[in-house]
């Protein structure tokens, strides 16, 4: 059967259930004695362990296998739930993510996961995941080891056949092959390790069975049941003469073992199945429940995204051509082409919602992420740290969601590095000893906000300032004259720290620079808050969609100029005699306030075919807190447009942010304020 056809079933479901592992472990945490939690953490693995089998992913299976005997033995109370265990539960969750990971990138989910597997096997075993027993590991090459404990369960059938070779003077023997890393002919030297022992006496059983190993389906090692009269020694020495094989493991069988093993297995069946039992119970009453009660919930179905990309292209492209259809309208003056035009107009502008938001993704999928990076963080740097989520079903378009991961991650590791403070330090100024951080997603007109708020040390404005004065950046005069707030903003400035030494977690300035230029690149915005001894506060600003944007035209001798709308104050026009000089600049009073002219046709060197007249249009834009003034010749009127990146030879171009085809089937650039004001 061709697999390929379920493998994007596969690694999404997987996602789901690796994602619900590591929300369900966060719980657990809190609540090690709630059972009912753990109970949903082995159902995800089990889920997984069975969906990864069957897709042929050995090692994301064995591995599930090894944390599913962790979770069994804690739900059935044999194993205490400490701190360490919870640190290797979610080691082997970080491990199959990244086997995930590597299966959705088109590799073959292969990876190097001894150690964690070591650690469960010592958890299992009733031992500290710590103690550094490496039995399992380091075994020497080529000796026969005999183990007190049999690793397979024997059917009955099987166990009569030992107990009758036993009683003709028949010897048992499980022996294990571990065949070297670089072997490549794997099935070629299981049939001549068979060969030996068929002449030596009869194979019982294999692990795993006959056809696996035909087939190549193992990973470097299998076992081999045999009864035979020959000594172990000699069976060890003649297959370790077989090439590429690296270790010959050969363990004498006690029967007597090996049937209280079947006892016991027995048992754990007969419980497992008595759950199994009363959880379809459950699901059963809950079915019937949710049949006579309120429905299922929203039918869904899953959309691959790059065919909502080519679906928004080809809306795009319609965009263009109404605009070209309403320029046509406009000048033949039909009333029947305007009324057409009109009622396009109406649905495909409700068409655009619709496509926009099938587009809009939660911004949970990147917050989900966290809670497990801030707990690792805590326990890295020795703090006590509460992570407060709100607003997490708060959607933002699918490209966006792409972008803002990293800049959020740079900021909740800066703010557990040097915001919250160590539990002694927050006891001595008096706080509880558990810090709390903040993350809070909301929609506010066109716009998502992104709050990261702690309730730290904040930023010592001296310490800040002391820093920008040494590093040339301000004088000291200049720093007098600063508010806190444009104090702050220096943070942000490249490579600029006030930690006293980098650590490993972060360094105020050490990628503060990039967060703000990511955002920005966004088309969004990053203010700072701040009070010493109380907090800090970051407060992204993001666009809800970078397709298609609103903007106002405007016009500069010939040519025609984007301005998005979300840059923009207001527009005004000003007499040439009202315009001031100040620092080598032209400025006009704006409300009380200089500011400062920036002429669109010089910078964009716009060749001048028109004569100037007494007046100037002007277009108020800002960047955070910084105003400016646009000057161009005339404005067109605001409408939505399709955002056209440059492409890569013109990435480069000055505060120009990409372009649009207008309706009258010429190009405009659209211009990139943030670029504009220094």
């Known amino acids: ?322 605009g070209r259809l309403e320029q046509i309208s406009k000048e033949l003056d039909n009333q029947e082409l305007h009324e057409s035009v009109e009622r396009m107009s109406r649905v495909t502008g409700d068409l655009q919602n619709i496509i926009l938001n099938m587009r809009m993704v939660p911004v949970d999928t990147v917050f989900n992420r966290f809670p497990k990076m801030i707990r690792q963080l805590a326990r890295d740097l020795n703090k006590k740290v509460n992570l407060e989520i709100v607003g997490a079903d708060t959607e933002l378009d699918r490209t966006v969601i792409d972008e803002i991961g990293d800049p959020l991650v740079h900021l909740l590791r800066n703010a557990m590095d040097h915001g919250i403070e160590t539990p002694e330090n927050r006891l001595q100024n008096g706080k509880p000893e558990e810090g709390t951080i903040f993350l809070k997603a909301y929609h506010s007109g066109n716009h998502v906000f992104i709050e990261i708020k702690d309730d730290g040390a904040g930023i010592k404005r001296n310490r800040v300032v002391t820093k920008a004065i040494g590093n040339g950046i301000l004088t000291a005069q200049q720093a007098d004259t600063l508010s806190d707030k444009q104090v702050y903003e220096l943070i942000f400035a490249s490579g600029f720290s006030t930690a006293d030494k980098i650590s490993d977690v972060s360094g105020r300035g050490v990628g503060l620079d990039v967060v ?46 984007a301005v998005p709308l979300t840059s923009i104050i207001e527009t005004a026009i000003i007499k040439k005699a009202d315009i001031l000089h100040a620092h080598n600049q032209q400025v006009i009073d704006f409300r009380g306030k200089v500011l400062p002219l920036l002429f669109l046709k010089d910078i964009m060197e716009v060749p001048t075919v028109k004569d100037e007249d007494d007046f100037y249009s002007v277009v108020i834009v800002r960047k955070g807190d910084k105003l400016a003034g646009l000057v161009v010749d005339s404005f067109i009127g605001q409408q939505e447009i399709v955002l056209k990146s440059l492409g890569e030879y013109l990435t480069s171009a000055f505060a120009i942010s990409g372009a649009t085809i207008l309706g009258d089937g010429k190009v405009a650039l659209i211009i990139d304020c943030n670029a504009l004001i220094m």
Do not use: W
């Open 1 to 322: 059967m061709d697999m390929n056809q379920y493998l994007e079933v596969f690694i999404d479901e997987s996602k789901e259930h690796l994602q619900m592992c590591s929300e369900h472990l966060l719980e657990l945490e809190k609540e090690p004695q709630n059972l009912s939690i753990v109970n949903e953490i082995f159902r995800s693995a089990h889920t997984l362990k069975g969906m990864s089998a069957t897709m042929g992913y050995e090692d994301l299976a064995n591995l599930t296998h090894k944390m599913e005997n962790v979770l069994d033995a804690i739900r059935n109370q044999k194993t205490v739930l400490t701190p360490d265990i919870f640190d290797v539960i979610f080691q082997a969750v970080d491990h199959l993510e990244a086997m995930v990971m590597s299966i959705a990138d088109g590799g073959d989910g292969k990876r190097n996961v001894q150690e964690v597997v070591a650690k469960l096997q010592r958890i299992e075993n009733g031992e500290s995941p710590l103690s550094s027993s490496n039995d399992d590991l380091s075994l020497p090459a080529g000796n026969p080891v005999k183990k007190q404990e049999q690793d397979s369960i024997y059917d009955e059938f099987e166990l009569t056949v030992l107990q009758q070779s036993s009683d003709q003077g028949f010897e048992s023997y499980e022996i294990t092959i571990e065949l070297r890393d670089d072997c490549l002919l794997k099935g070629a030297r299981v049939f001549m390790v068979f060969e030996i022992l068929e002449k030596s006496g009869e194979v019982i059983k294999t692990t795993p069975p006959v056809d696996q190993l035909e087939e190549e389906r193992f990973d470097q090692s299998f076992k081999v049941t045999v009864v035979t009269k020959e000594s172990a020694e000699n069976l060890q020495k003649k297959i370790m003469k077989v090439s590429e094989i690296d270790k010959v493991i050969i363990t004498k069988l006690d029967l007597s073992e090996l049937r209280l093993a079947v006892t016991k297995q027995e048992e754990v069946e007969t419980q497992s199945k008595t759950l199994i039992s009363n959880q379809s119970s459950e699901k059963i009453v809950e079915e019937k429940k949710t049949k006579n009660g309120k429905p299922a919930g929203n039918k869904t179905i899953r959309v691959n995204i790059e065919r909502l990309d080519t679906l928004l292209n080809l809306f795009e492209e319609l965009v263009i051509d109404r």
């Open 516 to 561: 703000k230029n990511t955002i920005e690149s966004l088309g969004g915005s990053v203010t700072i808050d701040s009070l010493e001894g109380e907090g800090s506060t970051f407060l992204i600003q993001l666009p809800l969609t970078l397709s298609i944007i609103s903007v106002m035209l405007v016009e500069i001798q010939n040519e025609k100029f």
